[in-house]
């Protein structure tokens, strides 16, 4: 079986671009969650959602925002880049709203130049 | 503000030790505790969770101790193995939601 798969897996933008990111859950799964992870730090969460519905918002700015489409796949998107935004991007899914279990994919290395 | 808290940042056991980790937080309403093993590179994978109404929890060589009065969780790896050598992130999360907040993590360095 699939796990949670990201793509791209790297990515080089320029301060004040905009990236799109996306994650396909593991099948059955109907819950996407994104984490940031700065180098050397636990991953921060940022956002979930549920049956495309947001279900819950990290401390991260509005550059960034995200969907979920009817097959349960999901974008990150993050406007107006900063060097600040490099990290590794991390996609979770999980059977339902309220999961507990956590798979996570290996991530999007995103550097801002 | 760190709700979670580990230590220590990173450790070095000997083939065949116990690896110690430490693990506290804030947030009484946290509810599942799972850990996390990270290779360079790749995602965080769940190694083992344990719920605040058991103190103990083992899986292989992974152990899980909670203490819900002192609103601490610890790691012990026994029989450290150089492949065990990783960033190992302890987190939490309210029993009705999934929004994990992790430690800060700890690497792991077992030499043969």
């Known amino acids: 079986d699939a796990g949670v798969t990201q793509s791209p897996t790297h990515l080089i933008k320029t301060r004040g671009q905009h990236v799109t990111l996306r994650c396909s859950p593991i099948?059955?799964?109907?819950?996407v969650s994104w984490y940031q992870q700065v180098l050397g730090q636990g991953p921060q969460f940022i956002f979930q959602?549920?049956?495309?519905?947001?279900?819950g918002r990290g401390n991260f700015p509005d550059r960034f925002s995200a969907r979920q489409f009817p097959n349960y796949s999901s974008e990150l998107n993050v406007n107006a880049l900063l060097l600040g935004d490099s990290a590794l991007y991390l996609c979770a899914s999980g059977e339902s709203g309220g999961f507990t279990e956590a798979f996570f994919g290996q991530g999007t290395r995103l550097t801002v130049v | 503000q760190q709700q979670v808290k580990q230590s220590p940042q990173s450790l070095i056991v000997q083939k065949g030790g116990i690896s110690i980790i430490n693990c506290a937080y804030e947030?009484?309403?946290?509810?599942?505790f799972p850990w996390y093993q990270q290779f360079p590179g790749k995602g965080p994978a769940l190694l083992i969770a344990i719920r605040p109404d058991v103190s103990e929890k083992k899986e292989g060589r992974f152990t899980i101790s909670f203490n819900k009065s002192a609103k601490q969780f610890s790691l012990h790896i026994m029989d450290s193995q150089p492949g065990d050598s990783a960033t190992y992130f302890c987190a939490a999360s309210k029993a009705a939601g999934n929004k994990l907040t992790f430690g800060g993590g700890t690497r792991v360095l077992v030499k043969p």
């Open positions: 099948s059955g799964h109907k819950s």
């Open positions: 959602y549920y049956e495309k519905e947001e279900r």
């Open positions: 947030n009484t309403a946290f509810d599942y």
